[in-house]
């Protein structure tokens, strides 16, 4: 039988929390095409688009408290991009990270029903991001 968990509303929030926490101030995010590998642990050969672009300081505000909670990191600047293409997953890290280390969490990225809005980058050019959420799915099964 597949699993299906649920979290309170509480424990969501403490997730999100405790994402905040970890990635600490001024993390770090990358912007690759490809595919998105199994978890931010693994090592990965993928196109860099875009990064670093810094963090904010912190990562983002308190998770809301609806069910399912939803975390808005805050949008960081634009940073020039260092390939064409269309961005298509994320990793962020702490801000000691770089673009091949393992990372604290990673999402997916696109024009549109991503975690995360971007449009296609072309080298050189600035990178923006207009839309990113961290959305827990692990309530109300």
């Given at each position: 039988m597949a699993s299906k968990l649920n979290y309170s509303q509480a424990c969501q929030q403490a997730k999100h929390a405790g994402t905040?926490?970890?990635?600490?101030?001024?993390?770090?995010?990358?912007?690759?095409?490809?595919?998105?590998?199994?978890?931010?642990?693994?090592?990965?050969?993928?196109?860099?688009?875009?990064?670093?672009?810094?963090?904010?300081?912190?990562?983002?505000?308190?998770?809301?408290?609806?069910?399912?909670?939803v975390l808005s990191p805050t949008l960081p600047s634009n940073v020039n991009a260092s390939s064409t293409g269309q961005a298509t997953w994320w990793r962020v890290?702490?801000?000691?990270?770089?673009?091949?280390?393992?990372?604290?969490?990673?999402?997916?990225?696109?024009?549109?029903g991503c975690d995360m809005t971007v449009g296609p980058a072309t080298s050189g050019q600035p990178v923006a991001i207009t839309a990113w959420t961290i959305t827990s799915t692990d309530s109300g099964h």
């Open positions: 905040v926490t970890t990635v600490g101030n001024a993390g770090k995010l990358y912007l690759f095409s490809g595919t998105q590998p199994a978890g931010p642990g693994t090592t990965h050969s993928e196109t860099l688009i875009a990064g670093p672009f810094t963090l904010g300081s912190p990562f983002g505000p308190a998770a809301s408290a609806a069910l399912p909670s890290t702490t801000s000691a990270g770089t673009a091949t280390s393992a990372g604290i969490i990673d999402g997916s990225a696109g024009t549109s």
